[in-house]
Nanobody, 119 residues
Framework: QVQVQESGPGLVKPSQTLSLTCTVS??????????WSWIRQPPGKGLEWIGH???????YYSPSLKSRTSISRDTSKNQFTLQLKSVTPEDTAVYYC???????????WGQGTQVTVSS
């Protein structure tokens, strides 16, 4: 079974770029019909979908975050990454990566990583 695991710094300063990596095991990120997502949950709030990168390499972003977000992949390392630019304290959240293989709609989640934006 495919598993995903987030990694990256837990503290980022305002105006800097948040960078997280998700390492995939048990399968290839280029396997047909897989979608690799980033999702976050700010303290006391609900889940927010950030975007995903498809098995084809195509990317899709939340309209509210699109101008600051970039998701890319490294097929040689079987990883995909999130970059969120110009962060503010409102970007403080637990960040999750997750996988889904269509037509199944279930998401398989990583354990999540806390990112705090603070000077």
């Amino acid at each position: 079974q495919v598993q995903v695991q987030e990694s990256g710094p837990g503290l980022v300063k305002p105006s800097q770029t948040l960078s997280l990596t998700c390492t995939v095991s048990g399968g290839s990120i280029t396997t047909n019909y897989y979608y690799w997502s980033w999702i976050r949950q700010p303290p006391g709030k609900g889940l927010e979908w950030i975007g995903h990168i498809a098995y084809s390499g195509n990317t899709y972003y939340s309209p509210s975050l699109k101008s600051r977000t970039s998701i890319s992949r490294d097929t040689s390392k079987n990883q995909f990454t999130l970059q969120l630019k110009s962060v503010t304290p409102e970007d403080t959240a637990v960040y999750y990566c997750a996988s889904m293989q269509r037509p199944d709609s279930r998401l398989y989640w990583g354990q999540g990583t806390q990112v705090t934006v603070s000077s």
